[in-house]
């Protein structure tokens, strides 16, 4: 093996305030807020913006619920 | 987790079973063992005693008996969800039997068992509740039976002396009658959420009991009124979560009950209707 050299470089992710970056299966990272996107993205006509994880169906009936000022 | 220190007699009738109960103040009966051991391996239940009737065969059958389909206790789930007696003359046990816990669970799992722990999250006894089905209880002075409607009385906690034992589980036989069994759980082989469970009856409304909505299972006298009274599903599921006392746990809020129950309710109603 040849002689090498060992360095590290960094480079801030300009996307957010932190400049954190994923790393180690990276591509898992994005399917847990597709998903829960989707789930408002459906309901959102209903005025729901947001819905925490893990969105159980009593966690949707609630923002439901609560979108609609508590008729559900 | 490891269960507290028992001792282990297997008996091989239902009178040694009883003689075997008589000698100690909390023996325990052991038949597919799905609800007494893992309470035994938390703790929760403590007994010095377990009494083995899992090998009493002449508990494990299916058949008419009349107006009616007698049930051994020891009889597994699966097997009374495969009974073609039941599928055809009380389709509803049969079905609901299906409906609990996973195939290993159902392969081991006896319906006296089921019914005995009296656990208000549990299928059959709402069916049987629903049913007006009857139990055959033996104990030291001989036999008794007992109404569905009378045998859960609170939360695990059967119409069942320390010593005796349920024999036998007798259903109507319900041909041409519409019914269902809904339940509502986060995974297919959890408990419900909720259930109801509905039976038509002749010449009267149908009869609706709820799983999992009070310490036991219990009937929907408002629904029932509502439907006697020629109200459609959607009208009498309304008055689903009456007189109902849900718990509040880490899966659902006694509130999320309430409002599920009126939905399972509707479908189960509408359901019987097309059968």
């Known amino acids: 093996m040849p002689a090498f050299e060992l360095d590290r470089t960094e480079t801030p992710s300009p996307t957010n305030p932190l400049g954190v970056k994923g790393i180690g299966e990276a591509g898992t990272i994005a399917a847990p807020p597709a998903v829960i996107n989707a789930i408002v993205d459906a309901v959102s006509h209903l005025g729901v913006t947001e819905i925490g994880k893990p969105a159980t169906p009593e966690r949707v009936w609630k923002a439901i619920r609560d979108a609609k000022g508590g008729a559900a | 987790m490891i269960p507290a220190p028992f001792e282990y007699r297997r008996v091989g009738t239902v009178d040694e079973a009883i003689r075997a109960l008589s000698d100690s103040s909390d023996a325990k009966l052991l038949a597919g063992g799905h609800s007494l051991l893992p ?21 494990k059958y299916v058949k008419e008996d009349g107006d009616r389909v007698a049930i051994g206790a020891l009889t597994r789930h699966h097997d009374v969800a495969n009974s073609e007696v039941l599928q055809e003359l009380c389709p509803i046990v049969s079905y609901a039997a299906g409906e609990i816990g996973d195939p290993q669970v159902r392969h081991v799992g006896t319906i006296g068992g089921s019914v005995a722990h009296a656990d ?3 299928d059959m006894p709402t069916v049987l509740v629903a049913l007006g089905a009857e139990m055959e209880v033996r104990g030291p002075k001989g036999v008794r039976n007992v109404g569905a409607g009378d045998f859960f009385k609170g939360l695990f906690e059967p119409d069942l002396a320390t010593n005796e ?3 036998e589980i007798r259903v109507p036989k319900t041909v041409g009658r519409g019914w269902s069994y809904l339940k509502f759980h986060r995974r297919a082989q959890d408990w419900a959420l909720v259930g109801v469970a509905t039976l038509a009856q002749n010449g009267a409304g149908p009869s609706v009991a709820l799983t999992n909505m009070a310490d036991r299972p ?22 689903a979560a009456e007189g109902t006392s849900p718990p509040t746990d880490a899966f659902a809020s006694a509130e999320y009950r309430r409002a599920v129950v009126k939905v399972l309710v509707r479908r189960a109603l509408e359901e019987a209707r097309s059968r």
């Open chain 2, 39 to 59: 309470l035994m391996r938390v703790r929760l239940a403590r007994p010095s005693l377990l009494v083995d009737i899992s090998r009493l065969q002449d508990l």
């Open chain 2, 120 to 122: 208000p999250a549990s």
């Open chain 2, 165 to 167: 034992v349920l024999t």
């Open chain 2, 218 to 239: 219990v009937r929907a006298t408002g629904v029932e009124e509502e439907l006697a009274g020629g109200a459609d599903p959607a009208a009498a599921s309304e008055r």
